[in-house]
């Protein structure tokens, strides 16, 4: 008799070419893996397929799963940060965990039209700075798995450096996948 083939590892999407895909081909290439991917429409139904066992893992932003992972129903190997979620400390980071380079953070900035006066974007920026800094708005945020940039990080110039960063970074995987947006 000869062996069986393995059952590829399943890993839920929430569409093509998704973030949650991109992380997946970094996956593979670090690990030198081939994953299946299923996709879905939308973040949703996947973990509700992870806790069924209809899909074997994820990728997804910590505030998409951190209420399953509390509860139980599902089990977090590691973050792909480079540092722990200081709402979740017991979850490692893939550093920790053994696989260096994963990093993938889902991160939200405020966008203006170019040619937006310096006066505007400083305004706005502002106000930004002073809603994060108020409490409730912090734990609300750190309930929902979601880091704060350190105040040095909150302006446009650094938005536009780690946008380039980010660019970088994913770009050639994105390419190297023909990905195409849907």
């Not at 093509?16 to 429409?41: C, D, H, K, M």
């Not at 994820?58 to 799963?65: C, D, G, V």
């Not at 750190?142 to 302006?155: F, H, N, W, Y």
């Amino acid at each position: 008799m000869g062996e069986a083939t393995p059952r590829p590892v399943s890993t839920g999407t929430p569409g093509a070419g998704s973030i949650p895909e991109v992380v997946g081909i970094l996956f593979e290439n670090l690990t030198g893996t081939r994953l299946q991917f299923v996709r879905y429409r939308g973040a949703a139904p996947a973990p509700q397929d992870l806790i069924a066992g209809q899909i074997d893992m994820i990728f997804l932003q910590a505030s998409n799963l951190l209420p399953q992972v509390h509860a139980g129903g599902i089990r977090a190997y590691a973050v792909t940060a480079p540092t722990r979620l200081n709402s979740a400390p017991e979850i490692p980071s893939v550093d920790e965990a053994g696989l260096p380079g994963l990093h993938a953070t889902v991160w939200s900035g405020f966008w203006v039209p170019k040619g937006t006066p310096k006066d505007i974007i400083a305004k706005l920026n502002a106000a930004v700075i002073e809603a994060l800094a108020d409490a409730a708005v912090r734990q609300r945020l750190a309930d929902l798995g979601l880091e704060i940039p350190s105040r040095d990080e909150l302006t446009p110039e650094s938005l536009g450096r780690l946008q380039l960063a980010e660019a970088e970074k994913w770009w050639p995987i994105v390419k190297a996948a023909n990905i195409k947006p849907e």
